[in-house]
Nanobody, 120 residues
Framework: QVQFVESGGGLVQLGGSLRLSCTTS????????MGWYRQTPGNQRELIAA???????TYAESVKGRFIISGDGTENTVYLRMDSLKPEDTAVYYC??????????????WGRGTQVTVSS
């Protein structure tokens, strides 16, 4: 079973920065894309940034110019650099990945999330 584990969340002041990391465990043939979502209480999970293994990236309008998603040259790790953080960025951030497992079955899995809190 392919799983994702987030790290790097925490408490930061207005205008500060954080870098989230997402690593993969389990056997897989290929990961097609990985992304970051966030969720606040009472709201649906929203896509913040995504990165395909060919390097193509997508960002939500609310984070463009402030957040950068990147990889480490492998398929199984992705980072989210967050700058100029605002209180409205406060949320639980989730890593998501999709691809094919060791049995060539498609998967779409989530991490357990990491809390990011921006104080004003």
């Amino acid at each position: 079973q392919v799983q994702f584990v987030e790290s790097g969340g925490g408490l930061v002041q207005l205008g500060g920065s954080l870098r989230l990391s997402c690593t993969t465990s389990g056997k897989f043939v290929r990961i097609v894309a990985m992304g970051w979502y966030r969720q606040t209480p009472g709201n649906q999970r929203e896509l913040i940034a995504a990165r395909a293994t060919d390097g193509k990236t997508t960002y939500a309008e609310s984070v463009k110019g402030r957040f950068i998603i990147s990889g480490d040259g492998t398929e199984n790790t992705v980072y989210l650099r967050m700058d100029s953080l605002k209180p409205e960025d406060t949320a639980v951030y989730y890593c998501n990945g999709e691809g094919f497992d060791s049995n060539y079955r498609p998967f779409n899995s989530w991490g357990r999330g990491t809390q990011v809190t921006v104080s004003s």
